[in-house]
């Protein structure tokens, strides 16, 4: 089992910024991919980047290439997610994944079902 838990959201005017971080605890080492993801309601959860363990691959979503970067900090069993230039339209919940199985396509790990683990979601609200 592995335990996630995020912190850093809250309420930020547009143009600004956000860290968010996810604390994984359990069988971490066995993770090989951490992804975030946002959901708002009615709407179907939404890839958002992610991260490969080995080698520190790193995707994103079109809508926040530029703007959000991913990162890890093994020692700490941490993710991270750096959210620049904010826009009302990043509002949402985010959510913290991690997936266990090998796979090294680029279609792997971009579908919320590829992923094993989940955190319980923080609030990112941007005002205009």
């Known amino acids: 089992q592995v335990q996630l838990v995020e912190s850093g959201g809250g309420l930020v005017q547009a143009g600004g910024s956000l860290r968010l971080a996810c604390a994984a605890s359990g069988r971490t080492f066995s993770s090989y991919v951490m992804g975030w993801f946002r959901q708002v309601p009615g709407k179907e959860r939404e890839f958002v980047a992610r991260i490969r363990w080995t080698g520190r691959r790193t995707d994103y979503a079109d809508s926040v290439r530029g703007r959000f970067t991913i990162s890890g900090d093994n020692a700490k069993n941490t993710v991270y997610l750096q959210m620049n230039s904010l826009k009302p339209e990043d509002t949402a919940v985010y959510y913290c994944?991690?997936?266990?199985?090998?796979?090294?396509?680029?279609?792997?790990?971009?579908?919320?079902?590829?992923?094993?683990?989940w955190g319980q979601g923080t609030q990112v609200a941007v005002s205009s």
């Open positions: 994944a991690a997936g266990v199985s090998y796979c090294p396509s680029n279609g792997c790990y971009v579908d919320s079902r590829d992923y094993d683990y």
